[in-house]
């Protein structure tokens, strides 16, 4: 199984790495039906020019009537050689298929050989699809010249020249011919599917056959069946013998050089793994309340890692083996089968060890006591022992040509031996109570492990040692699977979760040695947990289907179906395209990121090229390298792009009603950009907003005002209305200060000084320099107003504050008076002033509430009633 899992990953990383072209599926015209352009196969031969130079069959006519071509009619059929070639490889195919037809009649109790004929047979029709497809360029040149000749005249009408009329008789023999040949493909295409078919079927029939067939005990188990485990046992010690007495005479430096290599790439693997993964799959005991992450990861770590370098190690020691020509063939054989048992019994016991943890209470995932744990690890991995042996004697029996009644008594003897250990495991009580009592476990799980274990043993004494072997086997190996992967499965989610990968060894080893923040933390957390997903399926899923009778032929064959792509009408799903296409986006994505770097900084800013230029070449590169990374990629992927042409057609009205706002936005930022009305850090004034360009993007610019607020306004606008831009060429511009002065100054000497203070600021420029300006008679004022040039407008707030103080100093000194306009004096009422004194306050109304008390105590009480008297 090892073998064969690790010749599947071989065959899925050499698939990837073909060329599109060749995993591309191209689609067989029909007969008469005009094809499009495709690379082919094979190429036929161009067609030679004419000894006058004139055009051949299949270049555009200049002319609008079908004039009498000058090629000759001998010039028309350069593809008769490709014809015939084509036709005798269509021979050759098929009698390959019938000769694989009569293999299948022949083989249909031998699932292997069905299988390697069914892999052939998908060859074969790989081979008829090639047949066909090569002619595909030829047929196009033929419709093409067809029609330019156009159709033949109606009767009744003149007759064409004879050259056009032979032309069109070769063209239309020669395409016949082609037909002919695309249609025998057709055909054959169509019997390999059905014989496909055929084997499915009968592989079915067979594995129900294997499941449901009764052998009977009493003849099979006798006393024979000690003769003949006898007469195995030596026969395979004296092949194991004679192949180590051969060793040790003639390959013994071959094996020893073997050996060391293969000692020396497991101690490298072993330092390397321990040095990587080691924190990883050896759960510390110091830790006492480890997280429940931190369980899983080492439970599935612990389990994958080890088991994983085991098979490559002993992977490798039988290559170095086989290389230098030490085994043999029978030895090859069961040394495979003893390497695929090693790792089956370790991969059982690493996984019992790590869910159960017995040394390690801390870490387990179980919460069963010690002491069953340890019961249910020798359980389970003495299950796993009994089906590896019973494997490999599986392969011994088959090599040797055993006897009938030693395999069943094999499989019997092993089924049963699983099916009491299933009973054993169900009566286990792993938990105890509170008070010291034992409990068992779960109903639910008890009973299962009692059906299991009875169901198994009951088949196997029924006779029915296929089911009964079938089922012990997927008990083990396919439960020892379905767990991991399940471990496996729970661990990514638990990483991918918020917050979870900065819990991991690794996240913290991250953490501590980079500056990613949390979000980002959590970013690689999400794809880490996809990639394990992606890592457990494609690990546990073949060998699941290995498990459940699938051939290693038959994953292969899924896997080149989905590498090339699975058809759906006229649409082909490639999973390769598809990853073709991303990494080709991904990689002209950073590569147009790098050259906009390089180009903003390396070229534009040794030019001394203004950060507006800079800023919009940089923008149109990266939006251009996009679309063409996006275009690519689209490409690579497989997807004609002529297909968008009509998803662009059908969504073009509703881009015009719907979305017209969007449209209008990007084309005016494209305008914008092409344009540059306004540039990055330029100062513009639009509508009520004023303020420095931040960004200018394809649908809005981003504007930061001088209250540091960032304002979004759509291009649209932007284009459509007036825009006020104080620095559009330079930045010169112009301010203006206002001052009123008194009436009876003296208005020509406040001019002057004026004058020389707007002269006097460093920051104002002599040509064209400052103007002062008596502008007008105000109400309460003469009104004056100072007009300066600056070399940078953004200085024009720090300039106006300057010399508003130097007019207040100067006007001071000189005696000048600024007029302020009267303001109007509003009455208020005179309230009484609130306490200041609040324990003053609070003493005097004590004291009034006491003089109260005594007034009312000084008043007289009102008289009594006198008491009549009594009668009596």
């Known amino acids: 199984m090892l073998f064969r899992f690790v010749r599947l990953l071989l065959t899925l990383v050499l698939t990837a790495a073909m060329p599109a072209l060749v995993l591309a599926q191209v689609d067989i015209p029909l007969l008469g039906e005009t094809a499009q352009p495709a690379a082919p196969a094979q190429q036929a031969a161009p067609p030679q020019a004419a000894p006058n130079g004139t055009a051949q069959p299949g270049q555009p006519s200049t002319q609008a009537a079908p004039a009498a071509p000058q090629a000759t009619p001998e010039q028309t059929l350069p593809s008769d050689g490709l014809i015939t070639e084509q036709q005798k490889a269509l021979k050759a195919l098929v009698a390959k298929t019938d000769g694989f037809a009569k293999q299948i009649d022949d083989n249909q109790d031998d699932d292997g050989a069905l ?61 016949a011919e082609i037909n002919a040949v695309v249609a025998g493909a057709q055909t054959l295409s169509v019997r390999i599917a059905t014989m496909g078919d055929k084997i499915s079927t009968l592989r079915g029939e067979l594995f129900r056959k294997t499941l449901t067939k009764r052998y009977a005990l009493n003849d099979l188990l006798s006393t024979k069946l000690a003769v003949d485990a006898n007469a195995e046992f030596s026969n395979l010690y004296s092949a194991v013998s004679s192949w180590f ?33 080691g924190r990883i799959f050896e759960p510390d005991p110091t830790v006492e309340e480890p997280t429940y992450l931190s369980r899983l990861s080492a439970a599935f770590w612990s389990t994958l890692l080890p088991t994983f370098g085991l098979g490559v190690f002993l992977t490798l020691a039988y290559f170095f083996y086989d290389y230098y020509a030490v085994l043999r063939g029978d030895i090859g054989l069961f040394l495979r089968s003893i390497i695929g048992v090693v790792l089956i019994v370790f991969c059982v016991y690493r996984l019992t060890n790590a869910a159960l943890s017995p040394n390690v209470p801390n870490w387990r995932l179980i919460p069963v006591e010690s002491g069953p744990a340890r019961w249910l690890v020798a359980l389970s991995t003495a ?124 996240g913290r080893w991250i953490a501590g040695r980079t500056s990613l923040e949390e979000g980002t933390l ?108 996006a275009v690519v990629g689209v490409s690579s992927a497989g997807i004609n792009l002529s297909n968008l042409a009509l998803i662009a057609g059908g969504l073009s009205l509703g881009l015009g009603f719907g979305l017209q706002n969007v449209v209008s936005n990007f084309v005016s930022g494209l305008i914008l950009l092409a344009e540059r009305p306004f540039k990055v850090g330029d100062w513009i004034v639009a509508g009520d907003v004023s303020g420095t360009v931040k960004k200018i993007s394809v649908r809005a610019t981003e504007i930061e005002t001088f209250q540091r607020q960032s304002v979004i306004l759509p291009n649209s606008n932007l284009i459509n209305s007036a825009v006020g831009n104080w620095t559009h060429r330079n930045k010169l511009g112009r301010v203006e200060i206002k001052v009123g002065v008194a009436y009876g100054s003296d208005v020509r000497r406040v001019h002057e000084v004026l004058l020389e203070i707007a002269r006097g600021h460093q920051l104002v420029l002599k040509n064209p320099e400052p103007f002062v300006q008596f502008v007008n008679f105000g109400t309460n004022a003469l009104e004056f107003e100072i007009r300066v040039f600056l070399a940078d407008i953004l200085n024009g707030g720090s300039v106006q504050n300057d010399i508003r103080f130097a007019i207040m100093d100067a006007f001071g000194a000189e005696g000048i008076e600024i007029p302020s306009a009267p303001r109007q004096q509003m009455p208020h009422a005179d309230k009484e002033p609130w306490p200041i004194d609040d324990d003053k306050t609070e003493a005097l109304h004590a004291e009034e509430q006491a003089a109260k008390e005594e007034e009312e105590r000084s008043q007289p009480r009102g008289r009594r009633r006198a008491r009549r008297p009594d009668p009596s």
């Open 383 to 506: 299950m796993a022992v009994v089906l590896g042996v019973n494997g490999f004697l599986a392969v011994v029996n088959e090599q040797m040509g055993s006897p009938l009644s030693l395999t069943v008594g094999r499989s019997f003897v092993a089924t049963v031996i699983v099916g009491l250990i299933l009973i054993m495991m169900g009566l286990v009580r792993p938990f105890r109570t509170k008070s010291g009592e034992w409990r068992p476990w779960p109903a639910w799980l008890r009973f299962l492990a009692y059906a299991l274990g009875t169901i198994t043993i009951v088949a196997a004494l029924l006779g029915y040692i296929g089911f009964a072997n079938f089922l012990a086997g997927q008990i083990v190996v396919t439960s020892t699977l379905l767990i991991t992967a399940y471990i496996g499965f729970l661990s990514a989610r638990a990483i991918g979760a918020e917050g979870g990968f900065a819990e991991t060894s690794v």
């Open 522 to 629: 959590d970013q690689l957390g999400l794809a880490t947990s996809i990639a394990l997903n992606l890592l457990i399926v494609v690990v546990f899923l073949p060998m699941l289907l290995l498990m459940w009778g699938f051939q290693f032929a038959d994953i292969q064959a899924w896997a080149y179906r989905i590498a090339m792509g699975v058809t759906v009408g006229s649409v082909t799903i490639s999973l390769f395209g598809i990853l073709t296409g991303v990494i080709v986006f991904i990689l002209g994505y950073f590569l147009t990121r790098w050259f906009q770097s390089w180009l903003d900084d390396s070229v534009m800013a040794r030019g001394k090229v203004d950060t507006g230029v800079r800023n919009s070449i940089r923008l149109v590169v990266g939006y251009a390298g996009v679309a063409l990374a």
């Open 245 to 277: 007495s051969f060793v040790l005479k003639f390959k013994y430096q071959a094996a020893l050089v073997a050996t060391l290599m293969a000692l020396a790439a497991a101690l490298v693997l072993h330092i390397v793994v321990r040095r990587i993964f």
């Open 115 to 175: 299988v390697d004929i069914r892999t052939q047979l998908e060859e074969l029709s790989r081979q008829a699809l090639d047949t066909a497809t090569v002619f595909r360029p030829r047929l196009t040149e033929i419709n093409a010249r067809l029609e330019q000749l156009g159709a033949p005249p109606a009767q009744g009408q003149p007759a064409e020249p004879d050259i056009v009329a032979t032309e069109r008789k070769a063209l239309t023999t020669e395409k």
